[in-house]
């Protein structure tokens, strides 16, 4: 170790200006050993800098490298780990903290040793020394020496020390004056003590020589040492004088301090006065508002309103530490509480008769409206009632049980006032949508005195029959509404429509109306954003309301929304079983109605939901519009069971099928209605299953019929039924469009077809033995030689086949055609010019197997094609 610590010395620290002092062989705590040294230095130069570094041999060699320094001040804590039994551990606490482990017990106690000695001189004992042995400190500093410090220590650390520059070279120069200071040292030595003694000598005689000026300056110490003495007198005595000085000045002080102090206390407490006056003084002009203010004036109001505001803040200052237990604080605050308990009483009984009288004033009106389909309008009411908005507001904050009372009042209130005007406006429409009063009675509605009083009961036993006078057929089950277009022209439904309309818009204007004024007067929140998935009131008559009576006490956001909602529901709990009831009036009435209904009712959902869509008219109308849809859906449902309950009958011919027909007409009616409109899809499903039931019951009738063949019936109403697509180009019927043409083109084909057969039925029986005899292999030129198909059979069956009778054969062709068709689908000409080409197709394919089989025979029809076709026109224009 002691090679290593000259090494470390004359390659690292000696060109730095430094000394080693200590040294130990180290590596870190717990990591893969690689061991380093941990140096105590100091600098040669003043001021002396002490540092701990850290020296790593280089990998590449033997030489070693300097890697980091920490200074010795920097160095907070040393631990030993353990004081009593030997570890080699240690940590050194610099700005975080070290592990290291020691390669021996004895190097690392050496090291700590010279740290607390450097401590000691350096650093007056700034380190703390954690888990060392009291032993070694004591060691390191010995008992009764109090040269551990300062000299001691210093020989132990300065016990070596190097010669500067100016000393070696004065060495060198006394050394080239004497020959033999080399050659012979013990010659020089004894030169050097000779000349030692000589200066020695000089010194004693140069002293004895001074001995007169030494006494010289004795006399001179004595005699300032008396002035020191008379110096010191004089200071005692000013000293004396000056004490009682000190003391006056001290009482002085302490007065000064004690003033101070009052008028700090005094300007604190004039603060809290201050405070208090400024805070919980209320005006006498508040006081008597509160206590008599008029609360039917606006000016009274706006009076009362200010005084209220004053008063809460009053209420609600934030009392510094200690005000809540002066008297007069306590007094202030039992008046303001008593002034608020007496006002908030005025204003709910104020409040409270202000709702009676509306109701009152409102039922005046309502003769007014009775004959016409209008709502009363509240615009007046919620304007007046508005100016007492920031007092609810008041109320709800500081007497929430009495702000709750008037809530449910008002909803009691104003239900009763809404649900007699409401059932008004919906009798008035009902008689609007029946017409006179005689005919209502059909519908189950009693009039009195041009008011009707029908309820939910009488609507639900109205019958098919309340149509019975407005359609000749009413009990025919080919029906698929209750009254056709022929019956209940287009100006009806217009009116139903209008008048439906007309409800709708007179209720949306009112509910919002009311929504909006209850969350301004009521002060309750009203967010735009708010969910469509919100959960429907529990209880329609606003039981699940908060309970909260305690005063001051508010609930939370989401029960304010709630609120809302539930004193509408409250307010209006009539409007949707009314409106169901005029749902269910219009469907009886006329079931196409429902078309008209879905449509605009879907319209005012979609609106109402874009403004909000968890409100309470949007919900409601949600509701409605679910019990239209399933009318609607009801409405399809019937007329698909109505076409599979169709009864033909056996002795007329089919023709177009009523429900054909009706389809066309609720597609047209259909169209018209849903142009532009939300609810599209739901038409487009229902066109769907309609136009499914009506292929399904065509082809059901067709195969059930015996007057009519087959073929025409279908022909016929696949032709129609494309016909009444093409027109209203429904695009979701697009695939059904060219179903139907292609089933009526197949049915015309085979009708043809099945037709032409009769007129030349030999003709067609001898060529189908030829192509039978072809077919089995004989060759085409040798058919003429088989006996039952010679040149003398077919001779023979042509003869048969003269034009007269071909003629004639058309003509009867032509009457029976004409009686199979009907005339509402002027078919015939398209029926009767397949049937000319289909002929002509056969004539031609006849005279080709002529050609081929009999060539050269000489044998041909008795009739040309121009024939056929001078036969079938003149056949036409005779009928």
């Known amino acids: 170790m002691t090679a290593i610590k000259h090494a470390l010395q004359r390659d690292i620290f000696t060109p730095s200006d430094e000394r080693l002092l200590s040294i130990v062989n180290v590596c870190k705590a717990g990591k893969k050993k690689k061991n380093c040294f941990l140096c105590a230095t100091v600098t040669t130069e003043r001021p002396v800098q002490v540092k701990v570094v850290k020296v790593k041999k280089s990998d590449k060699g033997d030489f070693y490298k300097r890697q980091i320094a920490w200074a010795l001040r920097d160095l907070a804590v040393v631990d030993a780990k353990d004081a009593i039994k030997e570890n080699p551990e240690f940590d050194l606490h610099f700005e975080k903290i070290y592990k290291w482990v020691a390669s021996s017990t004895a190097e690392k106690n050496a090291f700590i040793s010279c740290i607390w000695k450097l401590n000691q001189r350096y650093l007056r004992k700034k380190i703390d020394f954690v888990n060392v042995s009291s032993q070694l400190l004591e060691e390191s500093v010995p008992s009764g020496e109090n040269q551990s410090v300062t000299g001691g220590d210093e020989e132990a650390v300065d016990e070596y020390q190097e010669l500067n520059a100016r000393e070696e070279q004065d060495i060198e120069i006394m050394m080239e004056g004497c020959e033999c200071a080399i050659s012979n040292a013990e010659a020089f030595a004894e030169k050097l003590s000779r000349e030692l003694q000589v200066l020695d000598g000089a010194n004693i005689q140069s002293i004895m020589a001074s001995e007169k000026q030494v006494n010289t300056l004795m006399q001179l110490l004595d005699e300032a040492l008396k002035e020191v003495d008379q110096i010191e007198l004089k200071l005692s005595s000013y000293e004396e004088m000056l004490q009682s000085v000190k003391e006056q000045m001290d009482q002085i002080s302490e007065s000064n301090h004690l003033i101070h102090l009052s008028n700090t206390n005094n300007v604190k407490l004039l603060s809290e006065i201050e405070f208090l006056v400024n805070h919980m003084d209320l005006a006498k002009g508040h006081i008597k508002a509160l206590q008599e203010g008029d609360l039917a004036s606006s000016r009274g109001i706006e009076a009362c309103t200010n005084a209220a505001d004053a008063l809460l803040q009053c209420m609600n200052v934030a009392l510094r530490p200690g005000h809540d237990m002066l008297l007069a604080v306590k007094q202030q605050q039992q008046r303001f509480s008593d002034l608020r308990e007496h006002f908030a009483r005025r204003l709910a009984s104020h409040l409270n008769n202000v709702f009676v009288q509306q109701g009152h004033d409102q039922s005046s009106t309502l003769a007014q409206h009775s004959a016409e389909l209008t709502l009363p309008n509240h615009h007046p009411f919620h304007r007046d009632l508005l100016r007492y908005a920031k007092l609810m507001e008041w109320l709800k904050s500081t007497d929430y049980g009495k702000y709750e009372g008037l809530t449910k009042n008002y909803m009691d209130y104003l239900s009763r006032l809404y649900e007699r005007e409401i059932k008004d406006f919906f009798e008035v429409a009902k008689i609007k949508m029946t017409g006179t009063t005689k005919e209502s009675k059909k519908f189950g509605l009693h009039g009195s005195s041009g008011k009707l009083t029908g309820s939910t009961s009488s609507l639900n036993k109205l019958s098919v029959q309340s149509s019975g006078n407005r359609r000749s057929q009413s009990s025919s089950l080919l029906d698929m509404g209750n009254m056709s277009a022929s019956d209940l022209d287009v100006a009806d439904r217009t009116k139903f429509d209008k008048i439906f309309e007309q409800v709708l818009s007179e209720l949306e204007p009112l509910c919002l109306a009311e929504q909006d004024f209850i969350s301004k007067f009521f002060k309750l929140q009203q967010h735009q954003n ?82 909000d869509p968890a409100s309470f008219l949007s919900t409601t109308l949600g509701n409605v519009l679910v019990t239209v849809k399933r009318n609607f859906d009801k409405c399809i449902s019937n007329q698909i069971r109505q076409m599979e309950e169709v009864k033909i009958s056996k002795k007329s011919k089919v023709g177009i099928l009523p429900f054909v027909a009706e389809f066309e007409e609720f597609a047209g009616l259909a169209e018209s209605i849903f142009k532009n409109a939300e609810r599209r899809g739901d038409l487009d499903k229902a066109y769907t299953k309609l136009i499914r039931g009506v292929f399904v019951n065509v082809e059901k009738v067709a195969n059930e019929s015996q007057k009519t063949p087959r073929d025409v019936v279908m022909m016929e109403n696949f032709h129609h039924i494309f016909a009444t697509l093409s027109r209203l180009k429904i695009s979701c019927l697009e695939a059904e469009k060219k179903e139907a043409k292609q089933k009526y083109t197949d049915h015309l084909q085979s009708y043809v077809i099945y037709s032409l057969g009769q007129p030349l039925e030999k003709l067609n029986h001898f060529f189908e033995g030829v192509e039978a005899r072809v077919a089995q292999g004989i060759r085409e030129e040798e058919v003429s030689y088989q006996l039952a198909f010679n040149k003398q059979e077919l001779r023979k069956v042509i003869k048969e086949y003269p034009g007269k009778e071909v003629k004639k054969g058309l003509d009867n062709l032509y009457k029976k055609v004409d009686k199979h068709l009907c005339d509402e689908e002027n078919l015939l000409q398209v029926v009767w010019h397949s049937m000319q080409d289909e002929f002509i197709r056969q004539y031609k394919h006849f005279e080709g197997l002529i050609a081929r089989c009999y060539p050269g025979s000489g044998v041909t029809m008795e009739f040309t094609i121009q024939d056929i076709l001078d036969y079938c026109s003149s056949i036409a224009q005779s009928h």
Request: aromatic fraction near 4%.
């Open 530 to 611: 708010m969910s469509a998935s919100m959960t429907e009131a529990e209880d329609v008559d606003g039981g699940s309301l908060s309970r909260q009576h305690s005063s001051g006490t508010l609930p939370p956001v989401s029960s304010e929304k709630d609120m809302i909602r539930q004193m509408m529901i409250k307010i209006f709990r009539c409007i949707e079983p009314e409106l169901n009831n005029l749902i269910a009036l219009g469907d009886k009435i006329d079931s196409f109605n429902s078309l008209y209904m879905l449509v605009k009712m879907s319209h005012h959902v979609w609106t109402a939901q874009n403004v």
